[in-house]
């Protein structure tokens, strides 16, 4: 009996090097927040073409804080898109704010002008634009949208690390970003998070506020050989990463480029493969720049004889683990009863989109095999 090999989603691109590199900084003895969580932050700053840069414990709790820092609370409205991981909406609810679920454009899967701009109120203090799966969202017109409104954007860049916008890497330039490492991205620390930003008294207040407030950091009070008083200037988080963490993700981060120029191969791979499939559609990089393809995706229409469902069915019966599409926030049981406009693209895109696999490792012969299974559902020959 032969068992079908399993072709996961993704799996994160790790060797010795990150494991060696984490060995090394459990036999420091310096486990917690230090300096290669420093090294870490300077170096993905220096990457992504941002000033300065605060790890985190994750995106979620770099949302959190860019919400904080910003100083919205009780009564301030927030535009997100509900076609996103949840995190982007409950960052809002954690600060006391109220989210506002915008609709996104169906070829990029992310908000624009047009959708953001009908939802703003006098109430309104920020916008959260995302990067679905790592396709860079249009920022410009929405900086400016904000700029000429008094209010912030904040970019949640969670998946789109080594994604390029407008030649630059994404989040080059932004007031505040934030991203994720955690193993459903390309760069992972096992979890972890970044807040990037292009205001340096933004970053010293972000430093601050992960590590409870304090006015010197644990790190620097250990090095001292005076004894340091630290007082507590606010109430502040327990938002830190480890050593640990930020070793590993040196490592990863020296292997993004590579990482990202074998996924856009295996990306055009699958464009081209599927290209001839009636009512079915592949995601391609927008006019304004390029994916790092964190996450492939495919929409079916009712030109192609299967389901959304059925097609995932039909993969998983032959070992090959897809995914729904992204999630829509406010079709969810934690979002009942909140209130929002039209959302059709979104709901349009989360029922009949699916995600392919792409990782790192992945061979053309495994990437055939998920072409195969999609070309025999649509009654076509391999490609
Ligand atoms: C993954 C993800 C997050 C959450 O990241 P964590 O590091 O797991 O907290 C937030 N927003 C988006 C768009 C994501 O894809």
Redesign the pocket.
């Known amino acids: 009996m032969t068992t079908t090999p399993v072709i996961p989603v993704m799996k994160p691109w790790l060797d010795e090097a990150e494991a060696t590199a984490a060995a090394e900084v459990v036999s420091s003895g310096w486990l917690a927040q230090g300096p290669r969580v420093a090294e870490f932050e300077s170096a993905f700053a220096a990457h992504v073409g941002a000033g300065h840069g605060v790890a985190v414990s994750?995106?979620?709790?770099a949302?959190h804080l860019a919400l904080h820092l910003l100083g919205i609370g009780p009564g301030d409205e927030v535009v997100v898109p509900s076609f996103?991981?949840i995190?982007?909406a409950n960052c809002v609810v954690y600060v006391g704010g109220t989210p506002v679920f915008a609709d996104v454009e169906a070829d990029d899967g992310n908000l624009s002008v047009r959708t953001v701009e009908p939802l703003l109120t006098e109430r309104t203090r920020a916008i959260v634009v995302?990067d679905?799966g790592g396709m860079p969202a249009d920022v410009e017109p929405l900086r400016a949208l904000c700029d000429s409104r008094g209010i912030a954007l904040v970019e949640?860049s969670?998946?789109a690390a080594g994604s390029r916008y407008r030649g630059a890497p994404v989040g080059a330039g932004a007031f505040l970003a934030?991203w994720?490492?955690?193993p459903?991205?390309l760069l992972t620390t096992g979890?972890?998070?970044m807040l990037t930003t292009s205001d340096e008294q933004v970053a010293e207040r972000a430093r601050r506020q992960r590590e409870h407030g304090m006015s010197v950091s644990a790190a620097a009070r250990h090095q001292s050989r005076q004894p340091v008083l630290e007082s507590y200037l606010e109430v502040g988080f327990n938002f830190r990463m480890t050593d640990i963490q930020a070793a590993v993700g040196l490592v990863q981060l020296a292997k993004l480029d590579e990482m990202v120029r074998r996924r856009r191969v295996l990306a055009t791979g699958y464009q081209a493969m599927l290209a001839d499939v009636p009512g079915l559609r592949t995601v391609q990089d927008p006019a304004w720049g390029e994916s790092n393809f964190q996450s492939f995706w495919v929409e079916l229409d009712s030109g192609f004889p299967l389901s959304r469902n059925e097609m995932l069915k039909a993969l998983a019966a032959e070992g090959v683990s897809a995914r729904a599409g992204i999630m829509a926030a406010h079709r969810q049981p934690a979002y009942a009863g909140h209130q929002h406009g039209d959302l059709s693209t979104t709901e349009r895109l989360t029922d009949h989109t699916l995600i392919l696999p792409v990782f790192h490792t992945m061979t053309e012969a495994e990437q055939e095999v998920v072409v195969d299974v999609i070309r025999r559902a649509a009654g076509l020959k391999a490609a």
């Open positions: 994750s995106c979620t709790t949302l996103s991981f995190a982007t995302v679905q949640d969670a998946c934030a994720s490492f955690h459903r991205k979890e972890g998070g």
